[in-house]
Every structure is written in structure tokens, then in C-alpha cells.
């Protein structure tokens, strides 16, 4: 188990998966802030790949518009730490992966301030599924680890939030 991953990450993700193998629904991730850490705290969950069908590290503008399907005029227009953006990744993670739940996360993990001026801890999870998408904004404060392990722990969450008021009989999942 890597050093950035914490008791609390591995139940979260095994809850995830519990969650999403019951329902037969398959997740991908869309990943910057980050940095594969969501990926990384699902596979370290024995059997992950019957729900886990994979990742995108997309660091830079370049590989979202690549890899997940952003618009550059969506980047342009909001930045890459935005909720549209957050939004466009779990969306293109969806329809790119070809999975019911896509999980996306973007931010500004530090030392500094983004191109645009977004202060550090600033982070956007979203959660896209059939008919709906969902993104929350986090204000973080701590170190670039710290920050990158609360956004990994938050869009576990959102993702089991959503999918236990989503899916029928999922509330005794969790």
C-alpha cells in the first residue's frame, strides 16, 4: 500500500466498489489533482476490476481535450479548476470508458496559485452517471499531499452519496 493512501481511502473505495457490483455498474475515473490517487486507492481493493474498468491522468489541457473529450472553448473559457471542466471530465470519462459512473477530479494541489489565479486547495469533484452529473466545489487547506488525498477521499464519497440515493436498495450498502 503506498504511503499516500490511509485506512479510511481503502474502506471508502472497497464501500464504492461493494456498491457498484451489487447494481452490476461498472466506474472510470478522469484524473488531475489527483494524479491517479482514486485509481490507485480502488485498486488497492482486492477484485476492483470487476467494477473498475480503468483511468485518465489528464494533467494538462491538452490531454483532457485528448484523452476525455474536453472542449478547448470550454478550457479557455473557464479554466481547467471549474466545474465545467469537472463536469466535462466525468462526462467524457463516461461516454470514453464506456461506463455507467464516471468520477472526475480537478484542482489546484500547490505549492502556487493555477494560471489563473485559483488559490491552492482549491478542487472540484464530479460525479457523472446515466441522466445526471454532479460536481462540489472543496476548499482545502494543508500541503500538496494532504490536498490530494482529501480530494481522492471526497469523490469516493460523492460517488457513494449519489449512487446510494440513486440506485434502489443501495442505502443498505453503505
Same mark, same amino acid.
Given at each position: 500500500m503506498s504511503k499516500d493512501l490511509d485506512e479510511d481511502l481503502l474502506v471508502v473505495a472497497r464501500a464504492l466498489l461493494n456498491l457498484l457490483t451489487q447494481h452490476g455498474w461498472s466506474l472510470g475515473t478522469a484524473e488531475s489533482v489527483t494524479g491517479g490517487m482514486v485509481g490507485e486507492a480502488i485498486t488497492a481493493v482486492p477484485g476492483a476490476s470487476v467494477s473498475y474498468m480503468g483511468g485518465v491522468i489528464s494533467y494538462?489541457?491538452?490531454? $483532457?481535450?485528448?484523452?476525455? %473529450?474536453?472542449?478547448?472553448?470550454?478550457? $479557455?473559457?473557464? %479554466?481547467a479548476v471549474s466545474a465545467e471542466v469537472a463536469e466535462a471530465m466525468a462526462q467524457g470519462c463516461r461516454e470514453r470508458l464506456n461506463v455507467q459512473v464516471g468520477l472526475a477530479a480537478t484542482g489546484v494541489a500547490g505549492p502556487t496559485l493555477d494560471d489563473r489565479g485559483m488559490p491552492v486547495g482549491t478542487v472540484f469533484v464530479a460525479c457523472a452517471r446515466p441522466r445526471a452529473c454532479t460536481v462540489e466545489r472543496l476548499l482545502l487547506d494543508g500541503n500538496r499531499r494532504h490536498i490530494r488525498v482529501e480530494s481522492t477521499r471526497a469523490a469516493l464519497r460523492l460517488a457513494i452519496r449519489l449512487l446510494t440515493a440513486t440506485l434502489p436498495g443501495a442505502e443498505e450498502m453503505t
Open positions: 494538462t489541457d491538452r490531454e $483532457k481535450t485528448a484523452l476525455l %473529450g474536453v472542449s478547448a472553448e470550454l478550457l $479557455k473559457q473557464y %479554466g
